[in-house]
């Protein structure tokens, strides 16, 4: 069964700490996506990824950064953790647009409280 | 302004009863895809449906069904014979251009036994 693997359901961490999120998948797949959920927003894009070595801005890349070394791997940084990044966060792959495209297979996400 | 949006934040249905969930979506591309996810409270984002621009069929997975109208810019949701495990909050999404899927706020939908 294909997957997308977070590597942490939950997790706390403290107000300035430097935080890692990781992501792989097992799909071979080019794209890789990272969003936040909160309430009444829906999901929000962070930074998403084409290829290796290559990152993207979304909407709200304030305060992240993110990693892409291997094909299967995309980590999101949080360099200093601060409250307001208290959130889930949900990690996605694809393939390349270009033909028939059926959306992302996302990871079971990762609850994040920063105190 | 929001390119997808959900105008039904909650929704309580009777189970067995049909669900239409709203969607509108805003773009300027000829080429573009639909999408529907269901989150359940384990929080997992499931696929259930996918309807291309240049479709001209209404498409449908199971009880699933997506009412399509392009000249409205609609994209609706139908659930038929809800069961209780259709509780859960359901987001519409849909891709332009370049791979990016951007989604709406979700509608959280209830199903009353």
């Known amino acids: 069964d294909v997957k997308v693997t977070q590597s942490s359901r939950y997790l706390v961490k403290r107000t300035g700490e430097k935080v890692f999120l990781e992501c792989v998948q097992d799909m071979d797949h080019e794209n890789m996506f990272w969003y936040r959920q909160d309430p009444g927003l829906g999901l929000r894009l962070i930074y998403f990824s084409y290829d290796v070595k290559m990152k993207e801005k979304g909407d709200i890349p304030e305060g992240y950064s993110v990693s892409r070394e291997k094909k299967e791997r995309f980590s999101l940084i949080l360099e200093s953790a601060s409250t307001n990044q208290t959130s889930m966060y949900l990690c996605?792959?694809?393939?390349?647009?270009?033909?028939?495209?059926?959306?992302?297979?996302f990871g079971s996400g990762t609850r994040l409280t920063v105190v | 302004a929001q390119k997808i949006t959900q105008t039904q934040p909650g929704m309580f249905v009777q189970e067995k009863e049909a669900v239409t969930l709203d969607c509108t979506y805003d773009t300027s591309d000829q080429s573009y895809g639909l999408f529907w996810y269901k989150q359940p409270s384990s929080g997992e984002m499931i696929f259930l449906i996918y309807q291309g621009s240049y479709d001209e069929q209404n498409a449908t997975e199971g009880r699933y069904s997506l009412n399509f109208q392009k000249a409205r810019k609609s994209a609706n949701l139908v659930i038929s014979a809800s069961q209780l495990g259709d509780s859960a909050m359901y987001f519409c999404?849909?891709?332009?251009?370049?791979?990016?899927?951007?989604f709406g706020k979700g509608t959280r939908l209830h199903i009353l036994p």
């Open positions: 996605a792959s694809s393939l390349n647009f270009g033909g028939e495209n059926y959306g992302y297979t």
């Open positions: 999404a849909m891709r332009e251009g370049d791979d990016k899927i951007i």
